[in-house]
């Protein structure tokens, strides 16, 4: 199995492009999650969702649109890039909702993003 | 306010054993996560504690004390591709995931 697999790798946008960050994954998972990794700091949750339809804002949402038309794809979208968006993000996905301790994360490889 | 820390850098040496720290502050707890994640690459799981305790699993254990929201990973035996951040999130009573900023392991010879 694949499992969670994200594309690209890399991107390096100007000031004020968009760009959508792709996710898919093969395991038949309900829930899905993106998150941004900055240097010295935790991983923040953007979006996530809880199946095909439905989608939540996390902690740091502005900026960033998602959607989950299917199971196995979610999305996010960059609006109007600016520097503060330069981070790497990860997609991840889970068997089991939020609501359970059993909540283990698979997460996608990565995509680093500069905006200059 | 729920706040997370773990030291932000370690060195250890091959074959030895080292002890990685997470003390966490929150109002609810529904458990606490271990993660490794080596440059580059994407985090994986290593452990989940939600009782008091020690939970061993090869050469990682992770222990939990609730009461002193504390948190430990314990490696053991380590080897060269132990090199890695390990990273300690907190579920709070909202199932939501606190992530520390993670505690980079260096190993050498």
């Known amino acids: 199995n694949a499992g969670v697999t994200q594309t690209p ?9 968009s760009m959508t960050l792709q996710c898919t994954q093969d395991m038949n998972h309900n829930y ?21 339809g439905i989608t939540d804002k996390g902690e740091v949402p ?14 996010l979208r960059l609006e109007l890039a600016a520097p503060s968006q330069t981070s790497v993000y990860f997609c991840a996905s889970s068997a089991v909702g939020s609501n359970s301790g059993a909540n283990v994360l698979t997460f996608g490889a990565g995509s680093r993003l500069t905006v200059l | 306010g729920q706040n997370i820390d773990q030291p932000t850098e370690m060195t250890a040496t091959e074959g030895a054993i080292v002890q990685i720290n997470c003390t966490y502050q929150t109002s609810g707890f529904n458990g606490l996560f271990w993660y490794q994640q080596h440059a580059g690459e994407a985090p ?29 990973l314990l490696l053991k035996e380590l080897q060269m591709k132990d090199s890695a951040s390990y990273l300690c999130a907190l579920m709070d009573s909202n199932y939501q995931l ?5 505690t980079k392991l260096i190993i050498k010879p």
């Open chain 2, 44 to 72: 994986t799981f290593l452990s989940y504690n939600v009782l008091d305790g020690l939970e061993e699993k090869g050469r990682f254990s992770s222990f939990l004390s609730r009461s002193k929201g504390y948190s430990y």
């Open chain 1, 62 to 75: 502005n900026g960033y649109n998602v959607s989950r038309s299917t199971t196995e794809d979610f999305p």
């Open chain 2, 98 to 102: 606190i992530w520390g900023a993670g």
């Open chain 1, 9 to 17: 790798k890399f991107r390096i946008l100007k000031i004020g492009q």
């Open chain 1, 32 to 52: 899905m999650y993106w998150y941004r990794q900055d240097p010295g700091m935790g991983l923040k949750l953007i979006y996530y969702s809880v199946g095909a």
